[in-house]
């Protein structure tokens, strides 16, 4: 089975930036449909980006479109989100969860992932 390791959170301010990076380890990441998900203390967890096994289908949730960027190098099997004009209410655990199913919508509820990473943390300060 795939295992999966994010990072890059940390504390940003308002209308920053960061990058985050999922690498996979264990299985070919190209077998992979590979999404984004967020938690932020006493909410559910949240769809934020996915991206398809090659990278050619991108789908974001409400709250990315615009400002996120979801990419994937399968070489180095690790998935990407780039994170741009920052807000408050974007401080959350981020987390990387992997399926091999396939979606017509690629996957944006939690229960289609198999695999997840433990997540890492973001913190957006005003």
């Known amino acids: 089975q795939v295992q999966l390791v994010e990072s890059g959170g940390g504390l940003v301010q308002a209308g920053g930036s960061l990058r985050l990076s999922c690498a996979a380890s264990g299985r070919p990441s190209r077998w992979y449909t590979m999404g984004w998900f967020r938690q932020a203390p006493g909410k559910e967890r949240e769809f934020v980006a996915v991206?398809?096994?090659?990278?050619?289908?991108?789908y974001y949730g409400d709250s990315a479109k615009g400002r996120f960027t979801i990419s994937r190098d399968n070489v180095q099997n690790t998935v990407y989100l780039q994170m741009n004009s920052l807000e408050p209410e974007d401080t959350a655990v981020y987390y990387c969860?992997?399926?091999?199913?396939?979606?017509?919508?690629?996957?944006?509820?939690?229960?289609?992932?198999?695999?997840w990473g433990r997540g890492t943390q973001v913190t957006v300060s005003s």
């Open positions: 991206i398809s096994q090659s990278g050619g289908s991108t």
């Open positions: 969860a992997a399926t091999r199913n396939y979606y017509s919508d690629l996957g944006r509820e939690t229960e289609k992932y198999d695999y």
